[in-house]
């Protein structure tokens, strides 16, 4: 398919957006891993190596909008304003599911590193900002 100038923007919006949601996540999320991790050394406890999973897990919204940036590519019955629409919106929605886990992510290391319980919790509610991202790419790509 030829995608065209603003299809071929549409599709790397998709990604694109998707893929910053994932790194401006994954930097908040991270930064607070590292903090919580401060805390723990001053305090002489050890290490959650476990805060890993908090920080990382904004980055599978980037494999949402890889997958969608694909499957745009490979439809022929949308035109270039559409494809264009479309990889905007989904690639917004998608990225600021990453950012909206980050941002739980790092509320989760604190809340482990001062309480050593709940992850359980915690990883729920991460779970609840993937579906946003899961939504956007299964609806997508399912509109006729």
């Known amino acids: 398919m030829d995608a065209g100038f603003f299809g071929q923007i ?3 919006a998709c990604l694109g957006l998707a893929a910053i949601g994932s790194a401006v996540g ?3 999320a991270g930064g607070v891993a590292i903090g919580a991790w401060k805390k723990c050394l001053v305090r002489n406890k050890p290490l959650p190596f ?3 999973a908090f920080a990382g897990a904004p980055l599978t919204q980037t494999i949402y909008g890889f997958i969608l940036m694909q499957a745009l590519f490979a439809t022929q019955d949308l035109n270039v304003s559409e494809i264009l629409g479309i990889g905007l919106f ?3 929605g998608i990225g600021f599911s990453a950012f909206a886990q980050g941002a739980a992510g ?3 290391c604190d809340a482990y590193v001062e309480t050593g319980q709940g992850f ?3 990883m729920l509610i991460l779970g609840l900002c993937e579906t946003v991202a899961l939504f956007g790419l299964v609806f997508t790509m399912l509109m006729p």
């Open 10 to 12: 549409g599709l790397g």
């Open 90 to 92: 989904a690639g917004l």
């Open 26 to 28: 994954a930097g908040i």
């Open 50 to 52: 476990i805060l890993v």
């Open 106 to 108: 790092g509320a989760a």
């Open 120 to 122: 359980g919790n915690y």
